[in-house]
């Protein structure tokens, strides 16, 4: 299956869910905004979020600054 991840697309075996897409990111545990097809996600539903043909992801890892 095909999603849009970050404006790239991106192939991905089977239905996986948000959670899983950002552990093969390297994302894991790390502070991020996930939105799925222009719906924010909260942190509760990464896992129960899957991710389907055709998804729109959009993933920001937070950081801060000085």
């Known amino acids: 299956m095909q999603i849009l991840l970050n404006g790239e697309k991106r192939a991905l075996d089977g239905p996986v869910s948000v959670r899983s897409l950002l552990e093969s990111l390297g994302l894991a545990g790390k502070p991020v905004v996930v939105e799925k097809n222009q719906t924010a996600l909260l942190p509760r539903e990464?896992?129960?979020?899957?991710?389907?043909?055709?998804?729109?992801?959009?993933?920001?890892?937070?950081?801060?600054?000085?």
């Open 46 to 66: 990464l896992d129960s979020a899957t991710l389907a043909e055709g998804d729109v992801i959009e993933v920001v890892q937070i950081t801060a600054g000085g």
